[in-house]
C-alpha cells in the first residue's frame, strides 16, 4: 500500500522557523562524547606507527607499564586472540583488519599498541616508553604502482594490491564509439582529501558486570554501529548498547570510530573501568583511518556534431590506503548517477580500488560521488572545446528533458524527477543580474586571468545499500530503514523517537515538522527523544543525504497511524463512520458538529477504555519502520536502482586569478538548487553552503599529502592541511527551483551533500577558462598556487620564444 | 599539582591542576566547562576561544596557571541571565548560524568580543574577525549574517560597547 502523497501548501513543511537544537549549541550546552566525564575513568592512546610500512618484531612495554599511573599496555597480538576482525566492505576474507597492528604496520599513524592510564597526559608520557622495534620493509604509496606486480603486497596473504576490479557495461557502448562522429580521451585526478570534523573522534566505554551490557557514547555516524562493535568483540547484540543522545561536532560521512570503539570496549570490559579514548589532530589526521577518495579517473566520449555525448568509457582506480572497511563501496554509489544530468545511451565503466601504504580511506560526504561529477563535468567543458561551442550549450542540447521523467539510466537506476533546463535558465538571469559575464571581461581587461566555471550534477539521495550486492555478491543487504515512534502521553503531549546520532542535520527539528504538519500541531509541541540501541526501532545513521527522505517518511507514517487511531476512535465514539469526520489541528468533529477535541481523545485512550472501539490497543503510540520508496530488489545483469531521488545543482562561479601569484579567488558564486519540496529552509541553505565551502576546500587547498621518498605523511595538523576559513568563502548566492519527487510524502528529496557534489568541479572549470587563453589546463584537484604559477610562467616562456 | 585560583564567569574558582595542563583542559575537564572545544589544540581552528579580560584568546594555547589574575568568560558566561539568551546567541539561533555546534561557543565569544569594540561592523570587518575560528560545517554565511544581525539589534537597543 503506499500512503498518499501530500502537495501543498504546507503549515510547517517549507516555513522558516528555529531550530530546535540551536539553541542548546549556542548556550555551550551541546552535549559531546568528550564531554561525558564518568568517575574512575581511564584514559587510552594509540602508539602509532612510524613507519609506512614494517615488521613488528618486539615491543617493550615495560618502560611503560613502570610509570605511577599506567595500567596496562595492550599490544596488537594480545587484542587479535581475543576479538574478531572488523568487517570488510568487499569481499576480500584475507584483508584483516584489527584496531591495532599485528605482526606488521602498513601506514604511518597505524595503531601498533594502547597505553591506558589515569589521565591522558600520563598516557602520553608512557607512549613514549613503549620501544617497538621495527623492521622497515618496501613500501608503496600510488595507486597505479601498487598494481604493478613488482609492488611490495600491503596484505600478502591476499595475494595482490587489488581489492576490488570489476567492469560493467551497460548499452551498446562499442557500437556507438563507433556510429559517434567525435571521440576524445582525458584524464583527471581528485586528491586525497576528506571532511575533517573539527571534533576529534571520541569515545567512552563502559562494562557493566551486572547487566554484562557494554555502554558506548561515540562520536559515530555509521550503519549497523551496535551490530559491528558486538561482533568483533564476540557478544551477543543486545549486550552492546551504544548511546545515540550524544552530539556529533562534525561527520560528514567520517566518523565510523568501529576501531576505536571495539578497543575502547575491549578495554573496558578487560579492566573493569570506563575506558575513554579521544584522538588529538595528529592521531586523528594518521591513525583517524577517514582520509577520503584518492581517485584518478580515465574518461573516453564518444559524440556527434552537434554535441551530443552518445557514450562513455570511464575507469576509476581509487587507492584506498592500507584497509578497506567501506570504502571500495564509494566506486558503487556513483554508478546510480553515471550519467550524470545527461542523456548518455551506454556506459562502460571499469571499478578498481587498491590498497597501498597510506592511511586508510572511509566514507565521505557524497560516497564517491563529487569526484565522479569532477570527471563528468570536465568532459562536457572538454566537448565545448573540442567543438568550439558555448559550454552551457553543449550542458543544453545534453540535460535530461523534463517532461522524459521518470528518466531510466542505463545503469538501471531511474531518476525521479527534475528540470534542469528550468534551472539552469534561472540561473542564466540571475548571472546576468550578477553581471558575470561582463565582469570577466573586464578583469580580462586588466590584466588578470579570468575564468567562468559551470558544474551540472546531480545529488542522488535517500541512501539505500544498493551498492553492497552490486559490487560483493556475497552481501545481499536490500534494506537501509529508518524508524519512528511517536507517543500522546495521558496529558496530551507529544513525543517523537528517532534511532540514530546527528552531526548537525538538526533531524530532531526535520521529525518534529514532518509530525506537525501530519497532526497539525506546532511542531514545538512535540519532544524529540533517541533512546539507546536496546531500546531502537530498526535505523541506519544519517548517510546518503536520506534523512529527508527515510527519517521524515518514518516520521510520517507513525504520525499517520496515530491521526488514524484517533479517527477511529472518535468514529466510534461519535457513531459517525470515520470518511464523514474532520480532522483539524487535533480537533476531530462529525457533520453534525458535536466533536472530540485533542484531551477528550486523549482521555478515552489513555483511562476510558470503554469508549474505544473493541480490539483496539489503549494507549495512543505509533511506530513505523521506513523502507526506501523504490523498494529493494537486487541487482540483475550489473543494474540496479540506487538511491530513489535525484536532486540536481548547477554552479557557476567566476574566478581570478593573478598570474604572478598564482592564486585563483573566487569572485562570484552562484547556485541553482533543486532539492524538491524543502523541509526547513535554514537547514537547506546552511548545508549548501557548507558544501559549497567544502568543496572549494577539495578543489584548492586540501590534501592529505605523503612524502614519495619517507612514505611520511606531510599533512598532519592544521597548518598544513588547510580547511577554508572565512576568507576563503565568497559570498553565495541559491537561485531555488522546487521540483517535487513522486515518490516521497511531501515531495522532498535529499540535501545533504548539496554544493559539494559540484563545487570542485565548477571551480576547476573556471580555472581551465582563465587558462585557455594560455592553452594551458590543469586536471588534478587541489589545485595548488604552486603548480599555476608554474603552469603561466611556462606558457608565457613559450609564448615568448 | 598546583592550586589555582581562576576567576571564570564572574566566579572565584579554586582548583588543582598539574603544571602543565592548558587552559582550555582545566576549563574543560577540571571546571566541568564543556563548552569550551577542543579542535586542534594547535592554535589554527579557534573551538577553545574564550574571553581573556574581554579579548578572545585560545584556550589551548595557553596554561591554565597564566590564567590567574585575569578575568575568564566562556560561553556558559555569557548569556545575561539563565535561561536567556545574549543578544548574539539570539541572533545565531535566528539564522541558524550553525550545524554541529562544535565552533558555535568559539563563534559566539569571537563575535561578542568584535561587537564589544566595534559597535557596526562592515561585512569585511566581520569576516576577518572570525577569519581565525573554523567552522567546517556551515561554510560562514549564515554566522556572518548572524553577527551583522546582533550588531543591528544591539544598536536598536542600546547596549554599550565595552560589554562582556
Ligand atoms: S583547539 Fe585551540 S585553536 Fe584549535
Ligand atoms: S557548526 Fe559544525 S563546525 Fe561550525
Known amino acids: 500500500m503506499t500512503a498518499p502523497l501530500l502537495r501543498g501548501p504546507f503549515r510547517y513543511v517549507g516555513h522558516k522557523r528555529r531550530l530546535r537544537e540551536d539553541r542548546r549549541f549556542v548556550i555551550g550546552a551541546g552535549r559531546y562524547a568528550a564531554d561525558l566525564a564518568l568517575p574512575g575513568t581511564l584514559h587510552v592512546v594509540p602508539v602509532l606507527s612510524e613507519h609506512p610500512a614494517a615488521r613488528i618484531l618486539a615491543i617493550d612495554t615495560e618502560a611503560a607499564l613502570a610509570l605511577p599511573g599506567v595500567r596496562a599496555v595492550l599490544t596488537g597480538a594480545a587484542l587479535a586472540a581475543a576479538i574478531d576482525p572488523l568487517m570488510n566492505g568487499a569481499h576480500t576474507p584475507a584483508v584483516r583488519r584489527y584496531p591495532l597492528a599485528v605482526g606488521q604496520v602498513r601506514y604511518v599513524g597505524e595503531w601498533v599498541a594502547a597505553v591506558v592510564a589515569d589521565s591522558r597526559a600520563i598516557a602520553e608520557d608512557a607512549r613514549e616508553r613503549v620501544r617497538v622495534d621495527y623492521e622497515p620493509t618496501p613500501f608503496v604509496l600510488d595507486g597505479e604502482a601498487a598494481m604493478r606486480s613488482d609492488a611490495p603486497l600491503v596484505h600478502p596473504e591476499h595475494g595482490t594490491n587489488v581489492l576490488l576490479d570489476r567492469r560493467f557495461v551497460w548499452g551498446a557502448v562499442d557500437d556507438l564509439f563507433q556510429e559517434a562522429a567525435h571521440r576524445l580521451a582525458y584524464r583527471v585526478a581528485w586528491g586525497r582529501s576528506s571532511t575533517v570534523p573539527l571534533e576529534t573522534f571520541a569515545v567512552t566505554a563502559r562494562w557493566d558486570e551486572a547487566q554484562e551490557t557494554l555502554d558506548v557514547w561515540a562520536s559515530i555516524q555509521m550503519p549497523k554501529f551496535p551490530d559491528q562493535i558486538a561482533r568483533a568483540l564476540r557478544l551477543p547484540g543486545n549486550a552492546v548498547r551504544v548511546h545515540y543522545d550524544v552530539d556529533v561536532g562534525g561527520s560528514y560521512g567520517v566518523k565510523r570510530g568501529i576501531k576505536h570503539a571495539v578497543l575502547a570496549g575491549f578495554l573496558a570490559r578487560h579492566l573493569a573501568a570506563p575506558v575513554r579514548l579521544v584522538e588529538d589532530r595528529l592521531e586523528n589526521m594518521t591513525g583517524g583511518d577517514m582520509q577520503g577518495p584518492e581517485r584518478v579517473f580515465d574518461v573516453e566520449l564518444a559524440f556527434d556534431g552537434d554535441a551530443r555525448i552518445r557514450a562513455m568509457r570511464m575507469r576509476a582506480l581509487d587507492n584506498v590506503g592500507a584497509y578497506a572497511g567501506r570504502s571500495p563501496f564509494q566506486l558503487g554509489k556513483p554508478i546510480g548517477a553515471i550519467v550524470g544530468p545527461y542523456r548518455i545511451e551506454a556506459v562502460a565503466y571499469h571499478a578498481l580500488a587498491v590498497v597501498s601504504h597510506k592511511t586508510p580511506e572511509e566514507a565521505v560526504r557524497g560516497f564517491g560521488q563529487a569526484p565522479t561529477n569532477y570527471a563528468i563535468e570536465t568532459g562536457i567543458d572538454r566537448v565545448a572545446a573540442f567543438l568550439g561551442l558555448d559550454r552551457i550549450e553543449v550542458r543544453r542540447r545534453n540535460f535530461i528533458r523534463a517532461e522524459q521523467f521518470p528518466y531510466l539510466i542505463p545503469s538501471g537506476t531511474r531518476y525521479d524527477s527534475g528540470d534542469y533546463h528550468g534551472l539552469l535558465d534561472k540561473v542564466l538571469r540571475a548571472a546576468e543580474r550578477a553581471d558575470i559575464f561582463a565582469e570577466r571581461e573586464r578583469l580580462r581587461a586588466r590584466g588578470l586571468l579570468a575564468g567562468i566555471g559551470i558544474a551540472s550534477c546531480l545529488e542522488p539521495s535517500g541512501g539505500n545499500s544498493a551498492f553492497e550486492p552490486l559490487l560483493n555478491e556475497h552481501n545481499r543487504t536490500t534494506t537501509w530503514m529508518e524508524s519512528c515512534r511517536v507517543m500522546v502521553d495521558a496529558l496530551g503531549a507529544v513525543t517523537a523517537t528517532m534511532h540514530t546520532t546527528s552531526a548537525g542535520q538538526a533531524h530532531e527539528t526535520l521529525v518534529a515538522v514532518a509530525i506537525a504538519e501530519i497532526l497539525e500541531i506546532p511542531p514545538e509541541r512535540i519532544r524529540i527523544v533517541r533512546p539507546d540501541s536496546l531500546a531502537a526501532l530498526p535505523s541506519n545513521s544519517p548517510v546518503g543525504s536520506r534523512m529527508a527522505i527515510m527519517l521524515g517518511g518514518a516520521a510520517v507514517g507513525a504520525a499517520r497511524q496515530l491521526k488514524d487511531k484517533l479517527l477511529a476512535i472518535a468514529a466510534h465514539d461519535l457513531a459517525v463512520p470515520m470518511a464523514d469526520l474532520r480532522y483539524r489541528e487535533g480537533t476531530i468533529s462529525a457533520p453534525d458538529g458535536r466533536a472530540l477535541a485533542w484531551l477528550d481523545l486523549v482521555t478515552i485512550a489513555h483511562r476510558e477504555f470503554f469508549r474505544m472501539p473493541p480490539e483496539m490497543e489503549p494507549g495512543l503510540a505509533a511506530s513505523a519502520v521506513y523502507q526506501v520508496p523504490t523498494g529493494g530488489a537486487l541487482p540483475v545483469d550489473g543494474r540496479v536502482q540506487m538511491y530513489p531521488c535525484h536532486s540536481f545543482e548547477l554552479h557557476l562561479v567566476l574566478v581570478a586569478l593573478d598570474p604572478v601569484l598564482g592564486r585563483p579567488e573566487l569572485r562570484r558564486y552562484l547556485i541553482g538548487h533543486d532539492c524538491g519540496q524543502v523541509i526547513s529552509p535554514d537547514v537547506v541553505r546552511g548545508m549548501t553552503l557548507g558544501g559549497i565551502a567544502h568543496g572549494i576546500g577539495a578543489a584548492l587547498l586540501e590534501e592529505f599529502s605523503y612524502d614519495p621518498a619517507t612514505g611520511q605523511p606531510t599533512a598532519v595538523s592544521f597548518m598544513d592541511y588547510l580547511l577554508p576559513s572565512a576568507c576563503e568563502v565568497p559570498e553565495i548566492e541559491i537561485v531555488h527551483q522546487t521540483t517535487p519527487s513522486p515518490l516521497t510524502v511531501f515531495g522532498q528529496k535529499g540535501s545533504g551533500e548539496s554544493g559539494y557534489l559540484g563545487a570542485a568541479a565548477a571551480i576547476a572549470s573556471a580555472v581551465n577558462d582563465a587558462l585557455a587563453p594560455l592553452s594551458r589546463r590543469i586536471d588534478r584537484l587541489p589545485i595548488r598556487p604552486a603548480a599555476l604559477s608554474d603552469l603561466i610562467a611556462a606558457a608565457k616562456t613559450t609564448t615568448e620564444k | ?164
Open chain 2, 1 to 164: 599539582m598546583t592550586a589555582l585560583c581562576l576567576e571564570v564567569n564572574g566566579r572565584v574558582w579554586h582548583v588543582e591542576v598539574e603544571d602543565r595542563t592548558s587552559l582550555l583542559d582545566c576549563l574543560h575537564d577540571a571546571l566541568g566547562l564543556c563548552g569550551t572545544h577542543a579542535g586542534c589544540e594547535h592554535g589554527v581552528c579557534g573551538t577553545c576561544t574564550i574571553l581573556l579580560d574581554g579579548a578572545p584568546v585560545r584556550a589551548c594555547l595557553m596554561l591554565a596557571a597564566q590564567a590567574e589574575g585575569h578575568r575568564i568568560t566562556t560561553i556558559e558566561g555569557i548569556a545575561p541571565r539563565p535561561g536567556e539568551l545574549s543578544v548574539v546567541q539570539d541572533a545565531f539561533c535566528e539564522t541558524h548560524a550553525m550545524q554541529c555546534g562544535y565552533c558555535t561557543p568559539g563563534m559566539v565569544l569571537t563575535a561578542e568580543a568584535l561587537l564589544a569594540t566595534n559597535p557596526a561592523p562592515s561585512r569585511a570587518e566581520i569576516i576577518a574577525a572570525i577569519s581565525g575560528n573554523l567552522c567546517r560545517c556551515t561554510g560562514y554565511g549564515q554566522i556572518v549574517e548572524a553577527i551583522a544581525l546582533a550588531a543591528e539589534r544591539r544598536r536598536g537597543i542600546n547596549i554599550a560597547a565595552g560589554a562582556p
